[in-house]
């Protein structure tokens, strides 16, 4: 989808998938657990401070001067929700039709 996307540079490409991967995991993460434990909170924020760490260290291989551009927000959404969308609609589709013991009693309470 990043390529189709876009008519940009690969430096441009390269920047808009890796942030849209990395915020994808972060979210799959949120859209799985049903409690945030202090562990998994320093874990998600160690993974941003590793990003960013990342967009430092690399800047021949990313465009970190793009990051704070409009093209760049929305071209990056839209990979984003392409991609985290479907799992969510699936994960509130499976817990709807086959609900954890938890949730049958959250439910009925």
């Not at 799985?32 to 401070?49: D, F, G």
């Not at 990313?62 to 409009?70: Q, S």
Request: hydrophobic share 55%.
């Amino acid at each position: 989808m990043g390529v189709f996307l876009f008519s940009d540079s690969y430096l441009y490409v390269a920047t808009i998938t890796f942030t849209a991967l990395i915020i994808v995991e972060l979210l799959n993460v949120f859209t799985t657990i049903h409690k945030l434990h202090p562990l998994m909170a320093v874990s998600e924020a160690i993974t941003i401070i590793v990003y960013i760490s990342s967009m430092i260290l690399f800047k021949d291989y990313l465009a970190v001067e793009y990051i704070a551009t409009v093209p760049f927000a929305w071209k990056m959404l839209v990979i984003v929700m392409a991609a985290w969308v479907p799992l969510w609609i699936g994960h509130k589709i499976k817990d709807y039709v086959d609900p954890s013991e938890e949730q049958k009693v959250m439910r009925h309470e």
